[in-house]
């Protein structure tokens, strides 16, 4: 193989490499709704039920961007177990929105925490999954579902950001290094 052709073909490698990795999703989405318990928020293990989420107005970016007001759906999931975060997997929520699908599939609860101050207990969930969008690479992404009140039923706000897999551009990145490495070898 001549010295231009053995470029040129890796080359072409690092470009198709690139290509596959340009459609991870980027940005983050919030939501807002109501959600009910199983017991009051102090003593509460498992959400029941969700209702009324939508997507929040203004709060989106990246490939969230252009999804203001569109309606989601949140499956129920019981998020304490004796004490400790419950194993959780399945779609957290998804919605349609401009004719692409979107959602985010649950792989593990990483936070529970609940505080009390005047009366008022607000709970705190903290997470990882993945993010996917049709057309884009599956992507890694972590979650926050946060809510405040008394009683069984109360408003939540919940925010999902998808994070790049750093593997996956280290793959990229490698492969270039090994391109212009092989170049360098191969002029001389």
């Not at 129920?76 to 419950?86: C, V």
């Not at 936070?111 to 993945?130: E, F």
């Not at 690479?137 to 939540?156: H, R, W």
């Amino acid at each position: 193989m001549n010295k231009f052709s053995a470029v040129l073909a890796v080359t072409a490698a690092v470009v198709t490499a690139s290509s596959s990795f340009a459609s991870v999703i980027s940005g983050d989405i919030s939501f807002a709704g109501s959600t009910t318990l199983d017991a009051n928020v102090p003593l509460a293990t498992a959400f029941t039920a969700f209702s009324g989420v939508t997507v929040g107005l203004g709060t989106q970016s990246g490939d969230y961007s252009s999804t203001d007001g569109a309606a989601v759906t949140f499956t129920p999931f019981t998020f304490l177990s004796g004490g400790l975060p419950a194993s959780v997997s399945g779609t957290l929520w998804s919605f349609t929105s401009g004719g692409s699908t979107y959602d985010f599939k649950l792989s593990s609860l990483t936070g529970v925490s609940k505080s009390s101050s005047a009366g008022v207990t607000s709970l705190t969930i903290s997470g990882t999954g993945i993010a996917q969008i049709t057309g884009f690479t599956d992507t890694a992404g972590s979650f926050t579902l946060q809510l405040s009140g008394k009683k069984t039923k109360v408003t939540f706000a919940s925010y999902a950001v998808a994070v790049p897999e750093p593997t996956s551009w280290a793959l990229v990145s490698g492969l270039g290094l090994a391109g212009f490495a092989f170049y360098r070898r191969a002029r001389k």
